[in-house]
């Protein structure tokens, strides 16, 4: 597709349970980022990606919280002994990366997720 | 990375002039102003980015003082769709690229 996309839009989930969101950023974006919104709230970065490796994963809240990007395109964000207090949209953005950056991130319209 | 702070709300009416302000006294030397805008339920959306000086696009424009300690945004000629959350942010555009959002500015335009 033309933009990231962001599956599933939707998602609730009990209190425990394990969780994947995923993103599908523009081909050929090597830099991809994760975000969390609160409602009200700005995103807070979570991790960032050039590639295949984690180049910063400083906003990770936890170690319930883990994302992959095995082959430098699609990433996962996994989310473990999910709680309350992760309800909130998760936001993937990619961008060109590296030499490419223009400082434009291109964002999905993201994940709502819901643990009740 | 530089702290921002900008207006929580701003109130406006169809067809004004919307100028938002942020601050950002500790901006380095390396880092650019960058503005978002975000819709409900949406991905926030690049506006404008700038170093120094004033930059214009199709949407906005961007005015960057000399000591580039603020930055203003301003909107043309508001329209209701231009309701939204509009964030500012500073940072580097180099290989640790990212970016850090505060609260935004909320925009309501009146009819």
């Known amino acids: 597709g033309a933009g990231v996309s962001q599956t599933p839009s939707n998602k609730v989930t009990e209190k425990g349970k394990y969780v994947e969101l995923r993103c599908d950023p523009i081909?050929?974006?090597?830099?991809l980022y994760w975000y969390r919104q609160s409602l009200g709230q700005g995103p807070e970065f979570l991790i960032y990606f050039q590639g295949t490796g984690a180049a910063d994963d400083s906003g990770l809240p936890n170690d319930r919280f883990f994302a992959v990007r095995p082959e430098g395109s699609v990433s996962t964000l996994k989310i473990q002994r999910t709680e309350r207090g992760d309800s909130a949209v998760y936001l993937c953005?990619?961008?060109?990366?590296?030499?490419?950056?223009?400082?434009?991130?291109?964002f999905g319209e993201g994940s709502r997720l819901t643990v009740l | 990375l530089a702290k921002t702070t900008q207006p929580i709300s701003m109130d406006s009416y169809e067809g004004q002039e919307v100028n938002i302000t942020c601050s950002h006294n500790?901006?380095?030397?390396?880092?650019?102003i960058t503005w978002y805008q975000q819709f409900p339920s949406q991905g926030p959306r690049f506006i404008i980015q700038?170093?120094?000086t004033k930059v214009t696009n199709e949407v906005a424009s961007l005015f960057i003082p000399a000591d580039r300690k603020s930055s203003t945004l301003s909107l043309p000629r508001v329209s209701l769709s231009d309701t939204a959350v509009y964030y500012c942010?500073?940072?580097?555009?180099?290989?640790?690229?990212?970016?850090?959002f505060g609260s935004g500015t909320r925009l309501l335009v009146r009819p």
């Open positions: 942010l500073v940072g580097a555009m180099d290989s640790s690229y990212k970016l850090i």
């Open positions: 500790n901006i380095a030397t390396n880092d650019y």
């Open positions: 700038g170093y120094k």
């Open positions: 953005a990619s961008s060109p990366g590296g030499q490419g950056n223009t400082g434009e991130l291109f």
């Open positions: 081909s050929g974006h090597t830099a």
